[in-house]
């Protein structure tokens, strides 16, 4: 009996660490979390929130794709450069869209309502899909939980471990969605049209650098 709570308390501080290892991985502002706050300065926490849904549906899929043994395809040169590419062209008709549209900028803008939950939600999702960095990331840190601990633990342990990450992931992304809205509400008008043409520059810098990728790729 006292060895089998051993074990249940090792495996419940597992649990803990991998939910904390999601919370890491959330964290890190690249181009997909860029776009999320800056949703949430514009629209507000659901469009914000939705956003990150999108997203985290496109984490599950990936999860999905490297425990079957996918990854292998994912990793070819010509599908990273197809990413790449994508990645590229997604996020600068994102970055130059916002700056095109920095002067509609309002704090009783009307855009929250003109804008739909399921665009948000599908604008999350195909972001997070064609950003050659969440695929490198699941690849490499989720292959990497995988192979650690291929053998020593079941299924259903792996599936928990799982969760405890998108647990982690989801926990940020709300924190993110909720802070930056809460932004927008502090913000005035003229700040909220910085911190957006701060994030459209950053949306083009990241566009910027896929396209970098792509091209050391192809030549």
């Known amino acids: 009996m006292q060895g089998n709570h051993f074990l249940g308390g090792l495996f419940m501080n597992s649990i803990l660490t991998y939910v904390f290892l999601g919370i890491s991985m959330a964290a890190t502002i690249g181009p997909v979390k860029t776009v999320l706050i800056n949703t949430g300065l514009k629209n507000g926490f ?131 969605s909720f802070f930056s809205s809460v932004a927008r509400k502090l913000l005035s008008t003229r700040l909220l049209k910085i911190v957006s043409f701060v994030s459209a520059i950053l949306m083009i810098g990241f566009g910027l650098y896929f396209g970098k990728m792509a091209f050391q790729l192809l030549f």
């Open 46 to 176: 659901f469009h914000a929130w939705f956003f990150s849904l999108g997203a985290l549906v496109t984490d599950v899929i990936y999860m999905f794709v490297v425990y079957f043994g996918i990854g292998q395809f994912i990793d070819s040169e010509l599908l990273k450069t197809i990413l790449w590419s994508f990645g590229c062209f997604v996020l600068l008709y994102t970055g130059i869209e916002n700056l095109l549209s920095l002067h509609k900028i309002e704090m009783d803008s009307n855009t929250k309502k003109r804008t739909r939950l399921r665009q948000s939600i599908m604008s999350g999702f195909f972001m997070s899909l064609l950003n050659p960095l969440t695929i490198l990331f699941w690849l490499g840190i989720y292959g990497s939980i995988l192979a650690k601990n291929a053998g020593s633990t079941t299924i259903y342990q792996i599936i928990i471990l799982s969760i405890a990450i998108l647990v982690g992931i989801i926990l940020v992304d709300f924190l993110m």
